[in-house]
């Protein structure tokens, strides 16, 4: 269980928690309970980012984010070397921020498949900005594959 309460002097425990939300099952609440709780806790006071690493891109939509309008995604950290910090969009509830996913990310497995330490794409560039956030989030798609592979080695 992850500590999310603060501490005795009212303070966040930890500046760049990262929480990666998986299941091999679709259906099952992953992005529900990541779009929640990253709202609940940016209404808290505390600065959220959620990385929508989902080709399907639910968390994208459920946090106002139209995903043809968002332009770059994290396909472009993952697979094109852009900075994650461009990626970064602000929603609606002040304190919380998303990292849109795109389509592109169902083909990303595969062109992972042959990049060295490819299971690592993902905590590299996240690296960047993980100071900036109490709380990260990743939304990941419903399988065990290389996407799901780089959330959990990332958080």
Same mark, same amino acid.
Do not use: H
């Given at each position: 269980? %992850?500590?999310?309460?603060?501490?005795?002097?009212?303070?966040?425990?930890?500046?760049?928690?990262?929480? /990666?939300?998986?299941?091999? +099952?679709?259906? %099952?609440? +992953?992005?529900? !309970? %990541?779009?929640?709780?990253?709202?609940?806790?940016?209404?808290?006071?505390?600065?959220?980012?959620?990385? #929508?690493?989902?080709?399907?891109?639910? /968390?994208?939509? *459920?946090?106002?984010?139209?995903?043809?309008?968002?332009?770059?995604?994290?396909? #472009?950290?993952?697979?094109? *070397? !852009? #900075?994650?910090?461009?990626?970064?969009?602000? !929603?609606?509830?002040?304190?919380?921020?998303?990292?849109?996913?795109?389509?592109?990310?169902?083909?990303?497995? %595969? $062109?992972?498949?042959?990049?060295?330490?490819?299971?690592?794409?993902?905590?590299?560039?996240?690296?960047?900005?993980?100071? $900036?956030?109490?709380?990260?989030?990743? #939304?990941?798609?419903?399988?065990?594959?290389?996407? !799901?592979?780089?959330?959990?080695?990332?958080?």
């Amino acid at each position: 269980m %992850v500590d999310l309460t603060r501490d005795s002097r009212g303070e966040w425990p930890v500046v760049g928690r990262m929480l /990666a939300c998986a299941n091999q +099952k679709g259906g %099952v609440g +992953k992005t529900t !309970t %990541v779009v929640n709780l990253a709202a609940y806790l940016a209404g808290d006071g505390r600065r959220v980012l959620v990385v #929508d690493l989902d080709p399907q891109g639910n /968390a994208t939509s *459920g946090l106002g984010a139209v995903r043809a309008a968002a332009g770059a995604s994290v396909y #472009d950290a993952l697979m094109g *070397g !852009t #900075d994650l910090g461009a990626l970064i969009v602000p !929603t609606e509830t002040p304190g919380l921020a998303l990292v849109p996913s795109s389509i592109a990310l169902a083909g990303a497995e %595969v $062109e992972l498949a042959a990049v060295p330490q490819r299971e690592r794409r993902l905590s590299r560039v996240i690296e960047a900005v993980r100071s $900036e956030f109490d709380v990260m989030f990743i #939304d990941c798609p419903p399988n065990l594959g290389l996407l !799901t592979v780089n959330a959990l080695t990332a958080a």
